[in-house]
């Protein structure tokens, strides 16, 4: 199936946890991202990638981290998550840069208590 | 001032309404203008792109770029309840990674 596939659907977790959000595409997509999307604040990039083994700062990047070891796939980690970043994440891909459509995943719903 | 303003809503309308949906933004240097639909839960889905001024048209659909005043529009004609989501534009620039998406609008389109 073509497309971005999310992993885990939704987590509860006790702050101070580490968590890692997955991401997979198959599209063969050269940029990822992720996005977390709060009521009132809609979309705010927190990492991106223009290419495997390169990362950069988005928006909101302070208590994330993110890796980029191949083309598919781009994790996000919460070294020591905090109840701030109880969010909707979404991840998504793009053939290039912002002259390229971006297709987003289904998301991430993560509750940290 | 945030770089790209939607009012958030809802906005509430009959079947079969015209629809227009709202954003202004801030940065000349935008190029690329974007409108995604989200439905409760799921993940936005590109509904149209749009480079420069002008129009766009596609089915019921038809976006709206008007560079000199830093608007843009999408006009939903012969809405429908299966059109009830949020709405949320997205503006772009050459030589970037990044969108910046406006807040949303949520429409709720009644039979």
């Known amino acids: 199936i073509a497309g971005i596939t999310q992993a885990p659907t939704s987590q509860i977790l006790a702050a101070g946890r580490r968590m890692t959000l997955r991401c997979t595409q198959d599209?063969?997509?050269?940029?990822m991202y992720w996005y977390r999307q709060d009521l009132g604040l809609g979309l705010r990039l927190i990492h991106y990638s223009n290419t495997a083994g390169t990362t950069g700062k988005g928006e909101v990047p302070d208590g994330y981290s993110v890796s980029r070891a191949n083309t598919d796939d781009f994790p996000l980690t919460l070294a020591s998550a905090v109840p701030s970043q109880t969010s909707v994440y979404f991840c998504a891909s793009s053939v290039g840069g912002a002259t390229d459509t971006q297709y987003f995943g289904p998301g991430t719903r993560l509750t940290v208590l | 001032q945030k770089e790209v303003e939607q009012d958030p809503g809802p906005l509430s309308v009959p079947e079969g309404a015209i629809v227009s949906l709202n954003c202004t933004y801030s940065?000349?240097?935008?190029?690329?203008f974007m409108w995604y639909r989200q439905y409760s839960r799921k993940g936005p889905e590109l509904l149209m792109y749009t480079y420069s001024s002008g129009n766009k048209e596609d089915g019921r659909f038809t976006a709206q770029v008007d560079k000199s005043s830093k608007y843009i529009s999408l006009f939903i004609r012969d809405s429908q309840p299966s059109d009830s989501a949020t709405y949320l534009c997205a503006v772009g620039a050459s030589g970037t990674y990044k969108y910046i998406f406006g807040t949303g609008t949520r429409l709720k389109v009644l039979a």
């Open positions: 599209m063969r997509h050269n940029a």
């Open positions: 940065n000349s240097a935008f190029q690329y």
